[in-house]
């Protein structure tokens, strides 16, 4: 064989040599590439439970609103169809958070009733939140309705007029004073089972 012939037939070889070695490297690269990028997606779910739960801990610490640390007051009267709508409004005095839950309890002291006495208990409705997280100088209202005296009312069951408010907050014995206002009359309708007088649960006020 000629020396051109034996030269042609190395450089053959050494061509199909190397198609052979980057065939054979280029297939594991190309099968890793994607085992690579798998486990990356779960890592990223599992992070956001995490930084929700942490924002819930501060309110399960939060201490309940004690009397010293509120201040009450009485709003103006608003129409509701044959009643009237008041709200009794309480504020977060102290330096801390505190949480204000609950239905407040409120009597209305006034001059001696014929049948009833001095003191009207109202009625509590326990249909406020599970929570009212008030910051310091925030507000929460619990809503006072009340029956009005009708304008003739019978001899057995004359008009009344309380001259002032007390409230207890939820879980605590000392009250809270407010006034009465003077131009409001009520039905007193002690120990009904339905009263047209009551109170709501507290909910806090929007910001």
């Known amino acids: 064989m000629s020396l051109t012939k034996l030269t042609r037939a190395a450089a053959g070889s050494a061509v199909l040599a190397s198609a052979f070695a980057l065939a054979a490297c280029g297939s594991p690269a190309n099968s890793a590439a994607p085992a690579a990028s798998s486990p990356a997606a779960p890592a990223a779910e599992t992070s956001a439970p995490a930084t929700t739960a942490k924002e819930k801990k501060p309110d399960a610490q939060t201490p309940r609103c004690t009397t010293d640390n509120l201040s009450v007051s009485l709003g103006a009267a608003k129409p509701a169809g044959s009643q009237l709508e008041l709200p009794l409004t309480f504020k977060n005095t102290s330096s801390h958070a505190c949480d204000l839950h609950g239905t407040p309890g409120v009597d209305l002291h006034g001059p001696e009733h014929p049948v009833y006495g001095p003191v009207d208990s109202l009625l509590r409705r326990e249909n406020g939140p599970a929570h009212n997280i008030l910051a310091p100088g925030r507000t929460a209202t619990a809503k006072i309705t009340v029956l009005p005296s009708d304008p003739n009312p019978p001899a057995e069951s004359p008009a009344w007029t309380a001259q002032s408010l007390s409230t207890i907050p939820p879980g605590q014995t000392k ?33």
């Open 175 to 207: 009250a809270l004073k407010a006034a009465w206002p003077s131009n409001i009359a009520i039905t007193r309708q002690d120990g009904a089972t339905h009263p047209g007088t009551w109170v709501d649960g507290i909910t806090a006020d929007a910001s």
